[in-house]
Structures are given as C-alpha cells and as structure tokens.
C-alpha cells in the first residue's frame, strides 16, 4: 500500500507532468506509435484479410502463417531487427515489431468475419446482378464489420501494452518512465508507469466496446 501511495504522489506532481520527460510528452508519444502501428497494421492485414474471405480461398493459410508470429516474442523479434540495417532507422525496428505483433488478429478476425456472413445473402446480392466489389463493399464488408472492429479493438489493446518496448530500442512512449524508473530504482515511477499503461489500455478499450456497439444499428440502416 505504500509504494500505491508514492506511485499516486508521483503521478499527482506536476513537475512530472512536463518537460520532454514528463507524462504528457511521452503519453502523446505512446498514443501516436500506437496509432501509428495501427495504421499500417489494417492497410497490411485487413485488404488481404477481407478479399480472401471474398473469394473463400486461402485463407485458413493466411491466418495460421500470421499466427505463427504469435509464437514469437515481440521483444525477441525488435532485438533480431536492431541488429539488421533497419537498426540505425530510429523506431523503424519498433515500429516493424509492433505491426508484425498486430497483424495476427486483424487477419483472423476480418477473415471469419466475412466466413460468416450469411451464405444465403451473398448469393441473393449476385442474383440480383452486383459484381463481385460490389458484394464485398455493400453486403459482405457491413456484415462483417462487427467482426472486423473486433480484431481492430485487440490489435489497438495489445499494441497500447506492448509499444513500451519502444523505450528498450531508445524510442518514446510511456515504457521511457517504467525504464527510468528502473534505473533510478524508483519503484513508486516504475508503478506508475504501469498504472498509465493499464489505464491507457482500458480507455481504448472503453473507445472501442462503445464503437462496437453502434456497429450493429449501421449495420441495419446500410441493408
């Protein structure tokens, strides 16, 4: 309870707040890698992901190859980068680990997802003449997207908690006060690093359950 108390006081001191070391500075930090990875997370797997699930033809590989990066840690995967040339682009061994390490969900959720649309309506939608992206487009994608959103909302979770290794490979972001915080052995900054982590995950968390929520009623006013 004690070292709660001193991680609550450091968080409650301004003088913590600001300057390029202060928690506004590295949160911004945070949420822009994050966002960033995000980006080029669902331009990689989501197009792959929903065009298999079009055609209904390999995908289960697509998915299990993704998986397969699963299997590997994330920090194993920013250590091999740095040592390849890719290593003197600033977070660019960061920013590759971090979407490799979110590709996986993207692909497998916006694959089922457009598994399970309703066979039955897809045939209805090219009985009535629509061209293959036009099924996509209007009917499959709208049926899928709860589905899709779904892995999105995993990809972003998963990435709010792991860019901390950014601060292992000199970058920004929250995980630079928990790695100051172990030099220091200031226990109370390397818990409080922790409790924004968490907090900022469960925030995303919040932001996409809600979205998730609304999926449905714009679902039904786009049929």
Known sequence: MRTLGEAWHWL???????????????????????????????AIALPVALVLGHLG??????????????????????????????????????????VLFAVPPLLTNAYVGMREVDRSV???????????????????????????LNGVRIAAVQLVATATIAALAGGGGLGRIITAGFNLASTPQVVAGAVLVAALALIVEAVFEAVERLAPSRVRGAR
């Open 122 to 148: 897809v045939r209805a939608a090219r009985g009535m003449g629509m061209t293959g992206r036009q099924t996509l487009l209007r009917v499959e994608l709208p049926l899928a997207l709860p589905m899709v």
């Open 12 to 42: 409650t001191d301004p003088a913590h707040w600001s300057g390029d070391d202060g928690v506004g500075h590295r949160l911004t930090q945070h949420v822009l890698l994050t966002i960033g990875c995000l980006v080029v997370s669902c």
């Open 57 to 98: 033809r390999g995908g289960a590989l697509a998915v299990n190859i993704s998986n397969i990066g699963r299997a590997v840690p994330t920090f194993a995967v920013l250590v091999l980068l740095l040592l390849t040339p890719l290593g003197r682009w600033g977070e660019g061994p960061t920013v590759v680990a971090l």
